[in-house]
């Protein structure tokens, strides 16, 4: 029964491009965009309390290695490049920040993207000589959409077994005290080198799906650091310790963008650091801790009277 | 062609290390790692073009109504955002994840208000753009200015900090916050004081980078990233060690600018901030010093 639930809903959502419009379609693929990077930045930040300000980073990788390779191999083989370029750039940074304190961490992401797109720029006018690239694959936007469904399950699951096995089981003690990990017995690094690493390859792959949405490519489009700074606050609204925290963050604060970005492109960068403080500020551990701790003030106040 | 490269490097560096100042005065004693800090630099360059291009005053003019507001704004934001997030955080780490979270905020407000006000694009103003001879090169008298006014203000900070009171106790905070209200000393109040000179600081970097660089609304993340990277190399809280790093990378930088490609200037400074990221985290001159 338990399994049912899932299983149906996924059911229910694979059948929404069958019924739906393009404009609604659309919507649809951004909230399963932006849900898969929430909840991939949450596998990781949420348990080790590490902030990742590198997620269009891996975002762009992906979607890049897509736009350069879309033309010489099929599609699948391009999304396992895309998969394994991003594992090794994740391993790359982990290695040399993750056995560190964790603000060097925060700097070294900070910085991620901005250094990805000049390398990517520089490459591209020095080398190849055309700054922008196209996509040209016959991929419609319903087969986005059941991609990045796919992924999503596929994340939830991951998150859903980590929380149950041991690797998560030693993720929370890290995160709660790094000297009471260490005298467990838990390789720190390793485990938090592993998680980085798979939270960091979903994040390139729901760049490298969502990159034949574009057609056009360039380096300010797919490395922009709203994307970070985005998924970083859905997960935090929704709560990042909670299975379907991010997930649930992503879908009104996308519809949010959305309507914000329509209606007020100027100000839109304003409101949204404003939010970003308020959320901090009112919801340190996120919408669904608040829900939690509000229903058990209210048990209690019954079980008193 | 070498020489003229190492004394543009050394005055770019002379900059780096004034606005890293700043920032290792905030993260040092006030213990918040500001991201916003470096869009802070650029609203001190626009408050400078402001005032150069629409009022006609010199920069130097400009850095007396500049730098206390950037203080002032700097106290506003640690008193109203900051100190709330300090008093609710149990332990350092959670005060130090919170006011990343918190200062990513600030950063796209503020960056948000320059768009609105100034747009995306490119900015600069000519101010003291003669050519200098200098043993033989030339170089603008606006960057010699710029390295002066860096030595001027990092010397102005030294003495603050080693021959004064409140130097002695910012320093102490920073040494050992947990033992410092024990001899009397107001953590909070020289927090909010240190993290509102280092905001000085930075609205002084602004100024002096807007003499001699261009600038754009979206620029601050770039500021922050070299003043981070300053910061660590030299050791936190290292004010001697934040110089030597800002001038290796300033010098770096412009090395690889003029004799490899300008693009490529990023990727350096990331490859240096690696290399003692694996080498010495703990900073290029220890953790001994002040």
């Not at chain 1, 260490?182 to 979903?202: E, Y």
């Not at chain 2, 410092?180 to 004081?193: K, Q, S, T």
């Not at chain 2, 050791?235 to 030597?244: D, P, R, W, Y």
């Amino acid at each position: 029964m338990i399994f049912l639930i899932p299983l149906l809903a996924l059911a229910a959502l694979a059948a929404v491009p069958f019924f739906v419009g393009a404009y609604p379609l659309g919507l649809g693929i951004g909230i399963l965009g932006y849900g898969v990077l929430a909840t991939a930045w949450a596998l990781f930040s949420g348990p080790t309390r590490y902030i990742s300000l590198a997620t269009v980073a891996f975002f762009g990788i992906g979607a890049y290695t897509v736009a350069v390779l879309a033309d010489l191999m099929p599609y699948p083989l391009v999304l396992l490049c895309a998969a394994l370029i991003g594992l090794v750039v994740a391993l790359l940074v982990g290695l040399a920040t993750l056995r560190l304190a964790g603000i060097y961490f925060v700097i070294f992401t900070f910085g991620l993207a901005e250094l990805a797109r000049q390398l990517v720029t520089y490459y591209e006018v020095n080398v190849t000589r055309t700054l922008g690239r196209y996509v040209f694959l016959p991929i419609g936007p319903e087969h986005i959409y059941w991609q990045l469904l796919g992924l999503l399950a596929v994340t939830l699951a991951l998150a859903f077994w980590i929380s149950r096995a041991k690797i998560g089981l030693a993720l929370r003690v890290i995160g709660d005290d790094p000297v009471v990990a260490s005298h467990l017995g838990i390789g720190i690094t390793r485990t938090k080198l592993a998680l980085f690493s798979l939270s960091a390859v979903v994040m390139t792959l729901a760049g490298a799906i969502q990159a034949p949405r574009w057609t056009y490519i360039e380096p300010s489009i797919v490395f922009n650091p709203t994307v970070s700074f985005l998924t970083v606050i859905m997960a935090l609204l929704g709560g990042p310790n909670r299975l379907f925290g991010p997930l649930l963050g992503a879908v009104p604060l996308f519809l949010l963008f959305e309507w914000l970005s329509a209606n007020f492109p100027n100000h839109y960068s304003i409101i949204l650091g404003l939010l970003f403080i308020a959320i901090v500020f009112l919801l340190p551990n996120g919408v669904l801790a608040a829900w939690d701790k509000l229903t058990a003030r209210f048990k209690n106040n019954e079980a008193r009277a | 062609m070498l020489f003229s490269a190492i004394l543009t490097g050394l005055v770019l560096g002379g900059t780096y290390a004034l606005i890293a100042m700043g920032l290792t005065l905030q993260y040092g004693v006030a213990r918040i790692m500001n991201l916003a800090y470096g869009d802070l630099i650029i609203a001190g360059s626009f408050g400078a073009m402001l005032l150069f291009t629409a009022a006609g005053l010199n920069p130097l003019i400009a850095l007396f109504i500049i730098v206390p507001l950037g203080f002032a704004l700097s106290w506003l934001v640690y008193a109203l955002m900051l100190q709330p997030l300090a008093r609710r955080s149990p332990n350092r780490d959670r005060l130090e994840g919170d006011s990343i979270l918190a200062t990513f905020g600030l950063l796209f407000v503020i960056q948000g208000v320059a768009l609105v006000l100034f747009g995306a694009n490119y900015q600069s103003y000519s101010f003291l753009a003669v050519p200098i001879d200098v043993l033989g090169t030339t170089i603008a008298a606006n960057r010699l200015l710029a390295f002066a006014l860096a030595v001027l203000f990092g010397v102005g900070l030294w003495l603050l900090l080693t021959r004064t009171r409140f130097g002695t106790v910012i320093r102490a905070v920073a040494a050992n916050p947990g033992s410092a209200p024990l001899v009397g000393i107001n953590v909070d109040h020289v927090a909010r004081l240190a993290f509102a000179l280092g905001g000085g600081l930075a609205a002084a970097g602004g100024v002096v980078v807007s003499m001699y660089l261009t600038f754009s609304a979206t620029m601050g993340v770039i500021f922050t990233m070299k003043a981070l990277i300053v910061v660590i190399m030299g050791g936190v809280g290292n004010l001697l060690g934040a110089l030597a790093a800002g001038l290796i990378l300033g010098v770096v930088e412009t090395l690889v600018s003029s004799f490899i490609d300008p693009g490529l200037t990023l990727a350096a400074t990331y490859l240096i901030f690696l290399a003692v990221l694996v080498v010495r985290p703990q900073g290029l001159f220890g953790k001994a010093a002040r």
